[in-house]
């Protein structure tokens, strides 16, 4: 294991806003005595102080099946990981904030953070910053560290093929995001949102390339090892395909966790891309047996790029 990734992993940490507790708490209530930790990401925690953003969680558990009380949705969260649940925080009737988050178990939080996972969902989002919260214990702690440092590893080796030899940190990691955007359905630009979460974490991303591939030349240049272009290329492409469809599977299956989210998604479905769908009684009634059909229709009308 690389240390030196460990130890800029593990020093990033956060004192929570309120909201976020409160919201921890609601979690747990919900899922009593299965969680392992909650990993806070997302546009909520570069923009702290703007309430209005959706709070994002992974939340790890123990076991699916004492995780959901639904035993269908237990075997989706399997097959189709990770089981995406919203949640409003209310006070007095007021909205206090909204939440969006992911269940996904410990053990296979680390596996897809490295090569055993195809796609890059997992391990190309925690290779960026997050926070760990409420971690059960020590041992859990250290679990969900290592595995981060395994997606950084991770992350770097499918984007090395993709640049120059000499490359700026900036630049190396914004490439592999970039790419890892590309796979996922996104409402915002790739190539902006890549540059975004590069330039607001430079330092971090200097440190993490020189933890890689040793120490920059004197004009910030780092020197990336290189390797088969084609095969990873190939790779990526693949990715692309086989993500975006079972993305929106994943998506249409988080409807069936509140009122109202079929009619929800499908709204963010048509603001992202222009597309709409007006699904039958039927699949209003059962949005989750039904995810794959609308999946495929969605896409056949060019929901997902």
């Known amino acids: 294991m690389n240390t030196a990734i460990y130890d800029i992993i593990s020093s990033e940490t956060l004192d929570p806003p309120a909201r976020v507790t409160a919201v921890i708490d609601i979690i747990k209530t919900r899922h009593a005595d299965r969680i392992e930790a909650f ?9 702290l102080d703007n309430p209005e953003k959706m709070l994002d969680f992974y939340v790890l558990v123990d076991s699916y099946r004492k995780t959901h009380k639904n035993p269908i949705r237990a075997v989706l969260n399997k097959l189709i990981p990770p089981a995406v649940y919203y949640l409003e925080h209310t006070n007095e009737g007021n909205i206090v904030s909204t939440c969006k ?8 939080f680390e596996k897809k953070c490295g090569k055993a996972a195809l796609l890059s969902q997992v391990w190309g989002r925690f290779s960026q910053p997050c926070i760990l919260l409420g971690a059960r214990n020590t041992t859990a702690r250290d679990r969900i560290f290592k595995a981060r440092v395994k997606a950084v590893e991770y992350m770097a080796a499918q984007t090395a093929p993709l640049i120059e030899a000499k ?3 900036a630049d190396f990691w914004g490439r592999g995001f970039y790419e890892s955007y590309r796979t996922e359905i996104r409402p915002e630009s790739s190539v902006g949102r890549a540059a975004e979460i590069v330039a607001k974490f ?9 933890a890689l591939y040793g120490a920059p030349d004197e004009n910030g240049f780092f020197d990336i090892p290189q390797s088969n272009h084609g095969a990873c290329r190939r790779k990526w492409w693949l990715r692309r395909c086989i993500g975006k469809p079972v993305a929106a599977i994943r998506i249409i299956n988080s409807a069936a966790t509140f009122d109202g989210g079929l009619d929800y998604i499908l ?5 992202h891309s222009g597309v709409s769908l007006h699904p039958t009684k039927f699949q209003r009634k059962h949005p989750v047996i039904c995810s794959p059909i609308l999946a495929w229709k969605l896409w056949r009308m060019g929901a997902f790029g």
């Open 39 to 47: 990993i806070y990401y997302g546009s909520s925690l570069r923009e």
């Open 101 to 108: 988050y992911s269940i996904l178990s410990l053990s296979d």
């Open 167 to 169: 490359t700026r940190a």
């Open 202 to 210: 430079e330092t971090r991303y200097n440190a993490l390339t020189a």
């Open 267 to 271: 709204r963010k479905v048509k603001n």
